[in-house]
Nanobody, 116 residues
Framework: QVQFVESGGGLVQPGGSLRLACTVS????????MGWYRQGPGKQRDLVAS???????NYAGSVRGRFTISRDNAKNTVYLQMNSLKPEDTAVYYC??????????WGQGTQVTVSS
């Protein structure tokens, strides 16, 4: 059964950093584009960053220059390095394929709270 398992969230002050990780239990991880998504309080879930099967990456305008997505195919893991965090980055962060799988359920996500 394919699963997305996110980790690394927490409480951080504005301007701080966090590194999220998502491990995917699938043998064909390397052939899938992956994305990090987030859902803030009372908001819809939106794509934050994506990475293709090579090194091509894309970012939402609100995080470009602050967040970096990367992947380690040997570990079936995708990362999101988040720097210069702002209160508006507070959300539950999820990973999924890009576009999101219509078959595999979303993981539990990891909570990121940016507050002083």
């Amino acid at each position: 059964q394919v699963q997305f398992v996110e980790s690394g969230g927490g409480l951080v002050q504005p301007g701080g950093s966090l590194r999220l990780a998502c491990t995917v239990s699938i043998e064909t991880f390397s052939i899938h584009a992956m994305g990090w998504y987030r859902q803030g309080p009372g908001k819809q879930r939106d794509l934050v960053a994506s990475i293709g099967t090579s090194t091509n990456t894309n970012y939402a305008g609100s995080v470009r220059g602050r967040f970096t997505i990367s992947r380690d195919n040997a570990k079936n893991t995708v990362y999101l390095q988040m720097n210069s965090l702002k209160p508006e980055d507070t959300a539950v962060y999820y990973c999924n394929s890009m576009p999101p799988s219509g078959v595999v359920a979303w993981g539990q996500g990891t909570q990121v709270t940016v507050s002083s």
